[in-house]
């Protein structure tokens, strides 16, 4: 029998990994290669779209369209921009070329957007119409639905909240500013408060690791052991995206925060506390109503299906 299939991709710094997905956001089977491997855009659409259709072939499965998650992508022309991480150049129009390659409908974003409508579509967000979605990795990513609908802005571009300025004349952010929410609340930004404040000569269990090898996992295991500084930093860095996200409250009466990443998985840690900032932070008409979670969808696989939900949630409407 023939199978429906939507094929969500996720462009990562080092791996591009597309997986087969169902409508019940089941993954059947994946294919894998690293970034480095392809020296134009043009030949990773080649090879991928080359294995899609074999693939769906093989098993009978119908391509409904492709979805495809990346860094810097821009969801109304389909294209990659002057991506930091990525090995290529400038603009690049990645859906147009699997649209082409595929003979299918392509729906490119940037990777936060495609959580959140993952989130909406198989995880913690199920039925919600108005949620943020807060992604915090390396960087702080953001992906805002309301009315049920993926806010993407005149431009493309909106819910950029981690360049938010969080700290007047705080740290340098890789944006070329000052302060940005990411440069306090992300697995980095965490790890710089805690070298900061070790370079200060504060005491921690982790004064003996060089500052360069101090991650947010470490930390996390610190905090574990009720090491005081650990603990100190998850309040301050909650501290500082409470009360952010207190603000990004206002925007849009949100139902719910997912928090997802890196970060997010030191979950005890954050989500009380970062409530807590939040709900002293928030106007009156709001206190109580915004719930703090963290992602349902398992980290390894959410990116995919995040991406595969941008195609799957056009046939579910
Ligand atoms: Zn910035």
């Not at 462009?11 to 294919?31: H, M, P, R, S």
């Not at 899609?52 to 492709?66: A, E, H, P, R, Y």
């Not at 390659?101 to 995880?123: H, S, V």
């Not at 070298?195 to 610190?222: C, D, F, M, R, T």
Request: proline share 3%.
């Amino acid at each position: 029998m023939l199978k429906e299939i939507v094929v969500g991709i996720d462009i990562g710094g080092t791996n591009v990994v597309a997986g087969f997905v169902t409508i019940e956001g089941k993954i059947l089977q994946t294919i894998h290669h690293p970034v480095k491997q392809f020296e134009t855009p043009e030949l990773l659409a080649n090879t991928f779209s080359e294995e899609i259709i074999f693939v769906c072939k093989k098993n009978n499965w119908v391509l409904k369209g492709i979805g495809i998650g990346a860094p810097n992508g821009n969801y109304f022309n389909g294209t990659i921009e002057f991506a930091p991480n990525l090995p290529w150049r400038g603009i690049i129009p990645l859906a147009q070329l699997f649209a082409t390659k595929c003979n299918t409908t392509a729906i490119l974003t940037n990777d936060a957007n495609a959580a959140a409508i993952g989130e909406m579509i198989f995880g913690a967000a199920k039925g919600m119409k108005d949620f943020l979605m807060i992604t915090l990795g390396t960087g702080l990513g953001s992906g805002i639905v309301a009315n049920g609908e993926l806010i993407y802005g005149h431009d493309g571009f909106a819910g950029e909240v981690g360049h938010t300025i969080a700290v007047k004349n705080g740290r340098a952010c890789g944006c070329g500013r000052k302060g940005c929410l990411e440069t306090y609340a992300s697995a980095t930004g965490i790890a710089k408060t805690v070298v900061q404040w070790l370079n200060e000569g504060q005491e921690s269990v982790l004064k003996n690791i060089p500052a360069e090898k101090i991650n947010s996992y470490k930390i996390y295991e610190a905090a574990l052991q009720q090491d005081k500084l650990a603990l100190k930093a998850f309040r301050f860095t909650a501290e500082i995206l409470g009360e952010s996200l207190a603000n990004a409250v206002a925007y849009t009466s949100p139902q719910a925060i997912i928090l997802f990443g890196g970060l997010a998985n030191a979950g005890e840690f954050l989500v009380q506390q970062i409530q807590f900032f939040m709900e002293e932070n928030l106007l009156q008409i709001y206190k109580g109503k915004v719930k703090i979670m963290l992602s349902q969808l398992p980290e390894s696989d959410a990116a995919i299906l995040g991406a595969a939900s941008l195609i799957w949630k056009k046939f579910k409407n």
